[in-house]
């Protein structure tokens, strides 16, 4: 009966033993084809990835770090953000415009006579002193003064000095000063006029009591517009 049974179902064990090793077959591939797709790379793997195991943990630390940094400050989705620039706008600066002045220059001119000494009791020309002017050799004439620096050496007496003009014999008028004690003064007279032309001016001294009196310096100041 257990041959009869065998023969007659003998195909059917075929199919399930087949079957069988099928359903095994499949099973083995299917944990096969995992296990190698957790441990083999595709082709296109990035090179720069770092396996765990190829760097110490300071490493990876430093990386991560880095990675972490860099996804902080740089967003993919991020636009840039336009920046309006602001001209200046250009202020107008008004230009000085100097006002007119009117300024009459002033020149001052010095005409020099020299240096001497006298004693006489009466008006005397100083031998050695003197000048030829022409006043229209200065232009516009706005005032003429005759200074004079004198001393008496024994400081007991007055003294009187003068400008003389030797090719009219006058004196000019305006122009004496006078001088008492010892001490040297620059004695400055008033404001003269002086004969058109060119004259020849000398000066003149006279003294009270005849002592010696010098004269270190003689002068003309001449000012002009």
Same mark, same amino acid.
């Given at each position: ?19 069988? =090793?099928?359903?095994?077959? @499949? ?17 296109? *793997? &990035? ?9 110490? !943990? ?5 990386? &991560?770090?880095?990675?972490? %940094?860099?996804?902080? =400050?740089? %967003?993919? *989705? ?5 920046? !309006?620039? +602001? ?16 300024? &009459? ?19 005397? +020309? ?10 229209? @050799?200065?232009? @516009? ?6 200074? +004079? ?20 014999? !006058? ?5 004496? +000063? ?28 006279? *003294? ?5 009196? &010098?004269? @270190? ?6 000012? *002009? =517009?």
């Amino acid at each position: 009966m257990e041959e009869s049974f065998f023969k007659k179902y003998w195909i059917y064990v075929v199919l399930g033993i087949i079957a069988a =090793n099928s359903l095994i077959l @499949d099973f083995y591939l299917l944990f096969s084809g995992t296990q190698s797709s957790l441990t083999v790379l595709p082709e296109n *793997t &990035n090179s720069s990835v770092i396996s765990p195991n190829s760097c110490p !943990q300071s490493c990876t630390d430093q990386i &991560n770090l880095a990675i972490s %940094s860099q996804e902080t =400050n740089i %967003s993919p *989705t991020a636009k840039p953000t336009a920046t !309006q620039v +602001v001209s200046p706008t250009p202020t107008s600066v008004p230009t000085a415009i100097p006002a007119s002045i009117s300024v &009459n220059a002033v020149s001052e001119f010095f005409v020099p006579f020299g240096a001497g000494t006298g004693s006489s009791a009466d008006w005397t +020309v100083i031998d050695g002193i003197g000048a030829k002017i022409d006043p229209s @050799d200065y232009g @516009d004439i706005k005032q003429i003064t005759f200074e +004079v620096s004198a001393r008496i050496p024994t400081g007991n007496q007055i003294i009187w000095i003068r400008l003389y003009n030797a090719n009219t014999y !006058q004196a000019v008028a305006g122009s004496e +000063v006078t001088l008492s004690g010892g001490t040297a003064t620059l004695l400055v007279s008033s404001p003269i006029k002086l004969t058109s032309g060119n004259n020849l001016y000398q000066i003149q001294m006279k *003294t009270q009591l005849k002592y010696p009196a &010098n004269i @270190d310096m003689a002068r003309l100041r001449i000012k *002009t =517009n």
